[in-house]
């Protein structure tokens, strides 16, 4: 009786399995950093993304926000209103017509921050960042044929990943 060992190709997985992988762990890290903000803060990762924000700009509207942010302005008024709610930040109607809000961070925000983790715009996107414009162009063409495989619904392109 022979114990032969399997083919090489049975235990190396083949590249869709090693991307999945790949995503598994990217995920997984994702979620690791959310757990640990909420665990060490006492927030959402989009909550302390929008409250980092908004104590680095005071004075700034819903818009700016949302688009600071990169997500639908209603979601950024969702973030405010539990902000705001928390005692975290200020929302007060300023300029000639009164109907911009002002958005400014509160001295109760300001000790959240300090102990807070970071990167507060979570770990995938300043892991982005850090890489270089030829890595990002393959990627983001990579992804997009991936997106159209998926047939996937692009409106989520503006949910924070802490939403998910």
Sequence with gaps: MSLASPPAELLEPDPATRVLRQFRIVFNSVKTHFRQVEREAGLGGAQLWALSVIAQTPGIGVTEL???????????????????????????????????????????????????????????????SSLDDATLQRMEADLARLITLLAADEAGAQVPLAHL
Excluded: K, M
């Design 66 to 128: 949302a688009r600071a942010l990169d997500i639908h302005q209603s979601t950024a008024s969702n973030l405010v209103r539990t902000l705001t709610q928390r005692g975290l930040i200020s929302a007060a109607r300023e300029g000639v017509d009164r109907r911009g809000v002002a958005l400014r961070a509160l001295p109760a925000a300001d000790e959240l921050l300090r102990r807070a983790p970071l990167p507060f715009a979570g770990v995938l996107p300043d892991a982005l």
